[in-house]
């Protein structure tokens, strides 16, 4: 079991960074997850933004990030970090990180088994 908590959100405008950060906890090392990132815009579906496997050495994003977004991680400090970049408004959403075990990355929320609290995101226009 794995307990996430992600820090990083904010308000900002178009155009503006911010790095959100996936904290993890657990007996369970955490290295033996898969982690990715979701959002979930005020009346919209929950959708995926980015996953990234258990060494750091694949990474998969949603089309509508690519070559904005970055995610990485560092097992020794327990954490996966999501640089967004020239943010839009249609990013603002809240952020959920969630793990799986194993190797395998997916993109479908309903196979991650652990979900932190979520952070939002707000870019102003």
């Known amino acids: 079991q794995v307990q996430l908590v992600e820090s990083g959100g904010g308000l900002v405008q178009a155009g503006d960074s911010l790095r959100l950060t996936c904290a993890g906890s657990?007996?369970?090392?955490?290295?033996?997850?898969?982690i990715a990132w979701f959002r979930q815009a005020p009346g919209k579906e929950r959708e995926f933004v980015a996953a990234?496997?258990?060494?750091?050495?694949?990474?998969f994003y949603a089309d509508t990030v690519k070559g904005r977004f970055a995610i990485s991680r560092d097992n020794a400090k327990n954490t996966v970090d999501l640089e967004m970049n020239s943010l839009n408004p249609e990013d603002t959403a809240a952020y959920y990180c969630?793990?799986?075990?194993?190797?395998?990355?997916?993109?479908?929320?309903?196979?991650?088994?652990?979900w932190g609290q979520g952070t939002v995101v707000t870019v102003s226009s």
């Open positions: 990234i496997n258990w060494n750091g050495k694949s990474t």
């Open positions: 969630a793990a799986r075990l194993g190797t395998v990355v997916v993109q479908r929320g309903d196979d991650y088994d652990y």
């Open positions: 657990g007996r369970t090392p955490f290295n033996y997850y898969a």
